[in-house]
T-cell receptor, first 112, second 113 residues
Framework: GENVEQHPSTLSVQEGDSAVIKCTYSDSASNYFPWYKQELGKGPQLIIDIRSNVGEKKDQRIAVTLNKTAKHFSLHITETQPEDSAVYFCAALPGGYQKVTFGIGTKLQVIP | DGGITQSPKYLFRKEGQNVTLSCEQNLNHDAMYWYRQDPGQGLRLIYYSQIVNDFQKGDIAEGYSVSREKKESFPLTVTSAQKNPTAFYLC????????????FGDGTRLSIL
């Protein structure tokens, strides 16, 4: 089955700096990679996703890159703000099936 | 607004009791899922259902049961056979087509008295 590894497990940055979270996956059949943000006491919320036919996708301060050859994908948050503080999860899905494999999560702290 | 509603937000169980967690969605999604979240372990799949009256075990189904009698509803029962039930439980739903994101509820925190 699919295995998703996520690094780092915790990340502290100064407000205004960039944050990068990296994930690797094992199943070459995976072709959809969503990222979720989870605030304390709440469920994960989808913040951005990328499909395997695209190498990069950007939405305002958030971007995701995908390297299918190396089987890794990354989340980039620029100009971080205190409200970006949360736990971020990466995930991978194989084509045609909805069973998602999640990374272990990264706790991001943005220091004002 | 469409979404997923989980209730209750907090639930307490005595030893030997079964408890049922509710999950309702009005997104018209075919597929629904239950996850368990423990600190440092991410999200682990308990059960999932892709259509009414059908469901499959996930990675950690032992000690849990589900039903899917209606498209909108996917209740999870934590039975007395689950020896370590204290956790944060998350319900999600998605369209059945390939490569669709899952949408999550805000979870139920279950604790043992």
């Amino acid at each position: 089955g699919e295995n998703v590894e996520q690094h780092p497990s915790t990340l502290s940055v100064q407000e205004g700096d960039s944050a990068v979270i990296k994930c690797t996956y094992s199943d070459s059949a995976s072709n959809y990679f969503p990222w979720y943000k989870q605030e304390l006491g709440k469920g994960p919320q989808l913040i951005i996703d990328i499909r395997s036919n695209v190498g990069e996708k950007k939405d305002q301060r958030i971007a995701v890159t995908l390297n299918k050859t190396a089987k890794h994908f990354s989340l980039h948050i620029t100009e971080t703000q205190p409200e970006d503080s949360a736990v971020y999860f990466c995930a991978a899905l194989p084509g045609g099936y909805q069973k998602v494999t999640f990374g272990i999560g990264t706790k991001l702290q943005v220091i004002p | 607004d469409g979404g997923i509603t989980q209730s209750p937000k907090y639930l307490f169980r005595k030893e030997g009791q079964n408890v049922t967690l509710s999950c309702e969605q009005n997104l018209n999604h075919d597929a629904m899922y239950w996850y368990r979240q423990d600190p440092g372990q991410g999200l682990r799949l308990i059960y999932y259902s892709q259509i009414v009256n059908d469901f499959q075990k996930g990675d950690i189904a032992e000690g849990y049961s589900v039903s899917r009698e209606k498209k909108e509803s996917f209740p999870l029962t934590v039975t007395s056979a689950q020896k370590n039930p204290t956790a944060f439980y998350l319900c999600a739903s998605s369209l059945k087509q390939a490569n669709q994101p899952q949408h999550f509820g805000d979870g139920t925190r279950l604790s043992i008295l």
